[in-house]
């Protein structure tokens, strides 16, 4: 990875001052529509007070049991969820074991790649089929919480579905990204599924090419798929309730005033052609209090996608913003022709979204800065040119700093010893020229004799965290400037 830190912190700075506009826009509409000091929780109860004959306050009792019942349910979930990566892991594992004894040559040299494509296109599914899944399971668990009021009980299912969606999305992305290719041994001692098949290794060109590979999958489906279906399904429920309506409309009849069809904005219309109007409307899709909760739920995973991760996938904001060129003009068409007319809210801000917006800038800052500092060879490049290369302690002998740099990661196993044997085919044991192989070199920083870790490793991983550390606080630093 090539001077990522500009273009990293150029995102992360374009990702700041959108929240930071976002808060003084709506600051803008608050003041001009006079709802500063509006809260939808004192118009709830104040309207059930009104329409209560009684007026009797509405007493509410927090229950501890139920909030514990409730939050072992929701660890439950993500446990489940957290799950499905891991099969997600196998099924890559499995993959690439049968691709890699494919008939055809092209496939077999590129089982790796091949697997991880397969799993992507496997977790968009997942993700698909969760969706729903965690819908029932957020709704559920309101219904069991109880919360004081319809405003909480919104807030509450928005935070339940984002955090099921979120690690549904970034579980297998935060395994590529973190601990693929690190937890899965040496040769003579590689952790295995069930004794058996050996964990995935990264790509030769860094593990953050597999993170890539996914990320670009999902993300290209997910806004293709979801932009076509979001767009033909109320079609077609629209032209299916048009065959229903129009008997409706013939038992009504047609009204031939002249004066309603002259009628100018805002005169009053007779009942045949009001009926007329309400049954156009009638024939339009349904919406519902999940209409605009998708939207937003839409837009709110794309920001993670654009901000997290976005040092391993420069692509995201522009793949986001040719979907978001057609999401504006397909959803004003769907909202304008092919659904019914939305009853307006009154509200001073989008709620509970403004603090889950928030918290994914946090989480990117975190994220980002471990993918430069411990998942790319940022770190180990800079360790190289400036303390073991050719360029070490400032000298220059007119040769390229970085030379060597391959041959300085890589570790040497010998082939003679029985358990690093019984871990390779007998054909990998042969060289190209028909010699028998007697060492083999792996990516590693490890010592060629017990296979324990050198003294580079140790360096360079304190100097990953290191910049880890500095990166974080200097970001801290600069956003509360």
């Given at each position: 990875?090539?001077?990522?830190?500009?273009?990293?912190?150029?995102?992360?700075?374009?990702?700041?001052?959108?929240?930071?506009?976002?808060?003084?826009?709506?600051?803008?509409?608050?003041?001009?529509?006079?709802?500063?000091d509006?809260?939808?929780?004192?118009?709830?109860?104040?309207?059930?007070?009104?329409?209560?004959?009684?007026?009797?306050?509405?007493?509410?009792?927090?229950?501890?049991r139920?909030s514990?019942?409730v939050?072992?349910?929701?660890?439950?979930?993500?446990?489940?969820?957290?799950?499905?990566?891991?099969?997600?892991?196998?099924?890559?594992?499995i993959?690439?074991?049968?691709?890699?004894?494919?008939?055809?040559?092209?496939?077999?040299?590129?089982?790796?790649?091949?697997?991880?494509?397969m799993?992507?296109?496997?977790?968009?599914?997942?993700?698909?089929?969760?969706?729903?899944?965690?819908?029932?399971?957020?709704?559920?668990?309101?219904?069991?919480?109880?919360?004081?009021?319809?405003?909480?009980?919104?807030?509450?299912?928005?935070?339940?579905?984002?955090?099921?969606?979120?690690?549904?999305?970034?579980?297998?992305?935060?395994?590529?990204?973190?601990?693929l290719?690190?937890?899965?041994?040496?040769?003579?001692?590689?952790?295995?599924?069930?004794?058996?098949?050996?964990?995935?290794?990264?790509?030769?060109?860094?593990?953050?090419?597999?993170?890539?590979?996914?990320?670009?999958?999902?993300?290209?489906?997910?806004?293709?798929?979801?932009?076509?279906?979001?767009?033909?399904?109320?079609?077609?429920?629209?032209?299916?309730?048009?065959?229903?309506?129009?008997?409706?409309?013939?038992?009504?009849?047609?009204?031939?005033?002249?004066?309603?069809?002259?009628?100018?904005?805002?005169?009053?219309?007779?009942?045949?052609?009001?009926?007329?109007?309400?049954?156009?409307?009638?024939?339009l899709?349904?919406?519902?209090?999940?209409?605009?909760?998708?939207?937003?739920?839409?837009?709110?995973?794309?920001?993670?996608?654009?901000?997290?991760?976005?040092?391993?996938?420069?692509l995201?904001?522009?793949l986001?913003?040719?979907?978001?060129?057609?999401?504006?003009?397909?959803?004003?068409?769907?909202?304008?022709?092919?659904?019914?007319?939305?009853?307006p809210?009154?509200?001073?801000d989008?709620?509970?979204?403004?603090?889950?917006?928030?918290?994914?800038?946090?989480?990117?800052?975190?994220?980002?800065?471990?993918?430069?500092?411990?998942?790319?060879?940022?770190?180990?490049?800079?360790?190289?040119?400036?303390?073991f290369?050719?360029?070490?302690?400032?000298?220059?002998?007119?040769?390229?700093?970085?030379?060597?740099?391959?041959?300085?990661?890589?570790?040497?196993?010998r082939?003679?010893?029985?358990?690093?044997?019984?871990?390779?085919?007998?054909?990998?044991?042969?060289?190209?020229?028909?010699?028998?192989?007697?060492?083999?070199?792996?990516?590693?920083?490890?010592?060629?004799?017990?296979?324990?870790?050198?003294?580079?490793?140790?360096?360079?991983?304190?100097?990953?965290?290191?910049?880890?550390?500095?990166?974080?606080?200097?970001?801290?630093?600069?956003?509360?400037?």
């Amino acid at each position: 990875m090539r001077g990522p830190l500009p273009s990293l912190c150029s995102w992360q700075c374009g990702a700041t001052i959108f929240l930071e506009f976002w808060k003084r826009h709506r600051a803008f509409y608050v003041c001009q529509w006079k709802v500063f000091d509006w809260c939808e929780d004192e118009e709830e109860l104040i309207l059930e007070i009104v329409n209560n004959p009684n007026c009797n306050t509405k007493e509410y009792r927090h229950s501890y049991r139920r909030s514990t019942l409730v939050l072992i349910l929701v660890t439950l979930m993500l446990l489940l969820i957290i799950g499905l990566t891991h099969a997600l892991v196998v099924f890559r594992v499995i993959a690439t074991v049968l691709l890699s004894e494919a008939k055809w040559e092209f496939l077999r040299d590129h089982a790796n790649t091949a697997a991880v494509m397969m799993g992507a296109v496997l977790h968009y599914l997942t993700i698909t089929i969760m969706t729903r899944v965690n819908r029932k399971v957020a709704l559920k668990l309101c219904d069991i919480e109880k919360t004081r009021s319809l405003a909480a009980t919104e807030r509450s299912f928005t935070v339940k579905m984002f955090t099921f969606q979120f690690f549904t999305l970034f579980s297998s992305l935060i395994y590529v990204a973190f601990f693929l290719g690190r937890i899965n041994g040496r040769p003579g001692s590689y952790v295995r599924i069930a004794g058996k098949w050996r964990l995935e290794e990264c790509h030769p060109s860094g593990c953050l090419t597999d993170l890539f590979i996914q990320m670009a999958i999902i993300m290209v489906l997910k806004q293709t798929i979801n932009n076509i279906f979001e767009f033909i399904v109320p079609l077609c429920c629209r032209w299916l309730k048009r065959k229903t309506t129009k008997k409706l409309q013939r038992k009504c009849g047609y009204c031939y005033r002249k004066e309603c069809k002259d009628t100018e904005e805002g005169s009053e219309l007779c009942e045949n052609c009001k009926i007329q109007n309400w049954l156009r409307n009638y024939r339009l899709n349904e919406v519902n209090s999940f209409s605009l909760f998708n939207e937003f739920l839409e837009m709110v995973i794309q920001f993670s996608f654009t901000t997290i991760f976005v040092a391993a996938f420069p692509l995201a904001p522009l793949l986001a913003l040719i979907n978001n060129i057609f999401e504006i003009r397909l959803d004003a068409i769907k909202m304008v022709s092919l659904e019914r007319r939305l009853v307006p809210k009154k509200t001073n801000d989008i709620g509970v979204w403004t603090n889950v917006l928030e918290a994914i800038g946090v989480l990117a800052v975190i994220a980002n800065g471990l993918v430069i500092g411990v998942s790319s060879d940022f770190i180990p490049r800079l360790v190289y040119r400036y303390h073991f290369g050719p360029c070490a302690n400032g000298t220059y002998n007119g040769v390229d700093c970085m030379t060597g740099y391959i041959q300085d990661t890589l570790s040497t196993v010998r082939v003679d010893d029985e358990s690093v044997r019984k871990d390779f085919l007998p054909h990998q044991l042969v060289t190209p020229h028909g010699t028998n192989a007697t060492h083999c070199s792996y990516k590693d920083y490890r010592d060629d004799k017990d296979y324990s870790f050198t003294s580079q490793f140790w360096f360079v991983l304190a100097v990953r965290f290191a910049f880890v550390i500095l990166f974080e606080s200097m970001w801290w630093l600069s956003a509360s400037l």
